[in-house]
């Protein structure tokens, strides 16, 4: 547990820390369970859209729906057919929810008498036609319902689906600030559970997602905090795909000024999430469950703050989009240790499920458990050296108000005619992590046949596209590694590549 409570820390070093807080609390302090125990529990707490720049974790796809779709069913999207964050991608829809949905990895934690318990955002499209739809799995169930302006209605004049029954939420902090009110419903689980088997949470808080409404306790922090200058930020988009050549570069002062004010809320939003790590770890350690729990800290996908002259947002192929959180603690894991080895979020599942004890040859995932890598006192297990990143854009049938001279076809538009998205800008990209070789190879289905590649151990940041310049043979092994991953399914998205 940390040394102080949230309300001690003062001046900007300590408040700073505290965002980095969730990494100290799931690292550090881990002992293994006790001798003839029971099964661990597990608690999973899933930031929406917060990037990390170094380490962490891959999303196989850098959007919300799709990778919390494989987040819950450890598949890659052509196998859970989860596509984009709209009805028609198949975000929450009825084929979703009588496939995949009905084979998610918290089907398999009942079946181990898990106590299970969800509560924040599910899925974009979710309880859209049906807030009485409760997935398989979950014995409590508070989740988000999508309404008209839901980027408006994510921390405040909300409504959830409790258990099927739908409950509004108005604008008072204590009764409806979104985040705390996760953290005090899955405190109250704990203080409710049944000692005799062991518990599941999912913990699906807002933050950092826009439109980054702080608690009122934290609108004024971070006063000084501005975008990081580095890496990508504000570069041109050169020899990229014609989507990332659009941004005005350099960026006007006005667009400067926004990205800081974004990325200053968005601190100030992760403050509650902090709080919430906080509070169930010194809850955890309050019922003598601390030893015996693993506890899983990450996101859905990246996000760019300026990156290649982007405003805001993600989708994009980027390490910036692509690279989420990764912190564990729990059983057999060391302490204050960095691992090196890709973990992607399809990954999730099959290591809950294995903490569980669940066979997972019984299992349809594409993933793969990295309980191994953590705690190789209790398996054995191989890396992958490969891996898929895939995307279908988003885009609509009439031209943007915002960007008319572009024609049909984007989305995502700002007012200065930067768009983020579009019907075009879907692609399939192959990632190679090996000792020798860090390098990603993708190809957009547009009527170009767009093609990047990046040599990331020498361009971390990935601002030259070398296809011109790699040996032919190398695109073509990278070609047909990427045809077979886009067509894998189980244990050949695994081995065999």
Known sequence: PPSQMAGERRGPAATRARVLAPLLLLTCCVRCAAAGGGPSNIILILADDQDVHLGGMFTVTPLCCPSRSSVLTGRYPHNHEVRNNSLSGNCSSAAWQQGPEASAFPVFLGKQKYQTFFAGKYLNQYGKKDVGHVPPGWDQWHALVRRVQILRMLYYNYTLSVNGKEEKHGDVYEADYLTDLITNRSLHFLDDRSPQHPFFLMLAPPAPHSPWTAAPQYEKQFADVKAPRDGSF???????????????????????????????????????????????????????????TYVFYTSDNGYHTGQFSLPIDKRQLYEFDIRVPLMVRGPGIKP??????????????????????????????????????????????????????????????????????????????????????????????????????????????????FVEVYNLTSDPHQLENIVKKVDPAVLQAMNQRLIKLQSCQGDSCRVGN
């Not at 960095?338 to 066979?359: K, R, Y």
């Not at 008319?404 to 579009?422: I, M, N, R, T, Y």
């Not at 990209?429 to 990603?440: A, G, I, K, M, Y």
Request: aromatic share 8%.
């Open 234 to 292: 504000d570069k041109a988009g050169k020899d990229k795909h014609w989507l990332l050549r659009q941004p005005v570069n350099p960026m006007p002062e006005s667009s400067l000024n926004f990205l800081d004010s974004a990325y200053r809320k968005r601190w100030q939003t992760l403050l509650s999430v902090d709080d919430m790590v906080e509070a169930l770890v010194q809850k955890l350690d309050s019922i003598k469950e601390l030893n015996n």
């Open 336 to 449: 204050k240790q960095t691992l090196q080895a890709p973990v992607l979020n399809i990954d999730l599942a099959p290591t809950i499920l294995d903490i569980s004890g669940t066979n997972l040859s019984s299992v349809n995932v594409d993933g793969q458990s990295f309980l191994p890598l953590m705690a190789p006192s209790l398996r054995n297990g191989t890396a992958r050296p490969f891996f898929l990143v895939e995307y279908t854009g988003e885009g609509h049938q009439t031209s943007d108000p915002s960007c008319p001279k572009l024609g049909p076809g984007l989305s995502q538009c700002f007012p200065d005619c930067v768009c983020e998205d579009a019907f075009n800008n879907t692609y399939a990209c192959v990632r190679t992590l090996e000792r020798q070789h860090d390098l990603q190879y993708c190809e957009f289905a547009d009527s170009e046949s």
